[in-house]
């Protein structure tokens, strides 16, 4: 994987802890996708009653690699 693909992803996927309820990872998410946060929200808890050990670590990982949105915005 390059860097610059690593880059244009960060920067399109962040982390919306002013919208978010947990770490603001669905709402990145949402944010990236142009959804409603509470579908994303409601696709992770399903998701999760089905393959909860791959979508803890999934929501883990993504909360420690992405770059949170207010750093961005000032």
Excluded: H
């Amino acid at each position: 994987m390059s860097n610059d693909f690593r880059d244009r992803l960060k920067r399109r996927i962040q982390l919306d802890k002013e919208n978010g309820w947990v770490f603001g990872v669905c709402a990145g998410l949402a944010n990236a996708w142009r959804l409603d946060p509470a579908f994303v929200r409601v696709g992770v808890v399903v998701a999760g009653l089905f393959y909860p050990k791959i979508v803890i670590a999934a929501y883990l990982v993504a909360w420690l690699f992405l770059d949170d949105r207010s750093v961005y915005t000032d």
